[in-house]
């Protein structure tokens, strides 16, 4: 007989895979930006990721927020994207990509910690565990022995990963608003986000650069792909799967750009990376997995529609 655990667990599994896709695409964003597009601008790719994105999202869809929704877009945005790409990109410059990766892999642990004080889940020392495991993972993959350590670049690391981590989190108690598609709600965080970068853009790194073929491919796959799809598959994922299953699939980002530097670059996997590429993903199946019996808040695991659109404290019920 099937437990209820695995039931919840298959049951759970297209939704994931989709999600997932999201991360996946996003482990190619480093490899696109080095390889592709002009050098010394990755503000610049950051805002042609998003802004373009969410406009066209918004010309598809054509559904305004209403009410609070409007501040509430506008924070979302903001966290998920016009304060998470800098904070990235100001790591990624003075940090060695590795050490990067791995201070913003430990968002899946801040987002354990703020589900507790957020969406009044109990804490799960089985996630946390976890957690720290996939971080551990992530760091075996990708800092090597001549890592250096920036105070500046660390902070802003760790911005990131909290950045993220209060976005999703807030991005699972509110919900989606009534009447508006995942697309929708994908392209305003996008544009709001994309606004609030673009006078950070131009006051950093000046007027645009010259955009060549090669470069046009490079913002095309950032802002159709890792920009406007991926970001939708994300939201929905957020809203309709467990929020700590959802953040830890992010462990997924930095595995794919080690594995493309690999493949493409001819970096070097040794016995260490391969060991931490096994962690990192049996921390990414464990958080798959639902709590212990299968059973969530009161029994049953919480529906689309609960999971998406209650955002009440009197909807919201506690979870192991």
Known sequence: MTSPAARTA???????LL????????GTVYIVTTELLPPGRPLFAGLLRALPAGLIALALTRTAPRGAWWGRVAVLGTLNIGLLFPLLFVAAERLPGGVAATLTAA????????AVTVLHES???RRLAWGV???GGI???VIGPDAAFDTLGIAAGLAAAATLALGVTLTKRWGRPAGMGPTAFAGWQLTAGGLFLLPVTFLVEGPPPAIGPTALLGYLWLCLVCGLATFVLWFQGIGSLPVTSAA?????SPLVAAL??????GQTLGPVQLVGFGLALAAIVAGQLPARGGQSCGGREPSWWSATFRASSTSRRKCP
Not at 19 to 26: F, I, S, V, Y
């Open 10 to 16: 298959r049951g759970n599994l297209p939704r994931t």
């Open 19 to 26: 999600t997932a896709l999201a991360p996946l695409a996003w």
């Open 107 to 114: 968002m899946p642990l801040m987002v354990a910690v703020l």
């Open 123 to 125: 804490l799960s020392a």
């Open 133 to 135: 495991i996939g971080v």
């Open 139 to 141: 760091s075996l993959v």
């Open 248 to 252: 830890v699939l992010g462990l997924l």
């Open 260 to 265: 493309l530097g690999a493949v493409v670059l």
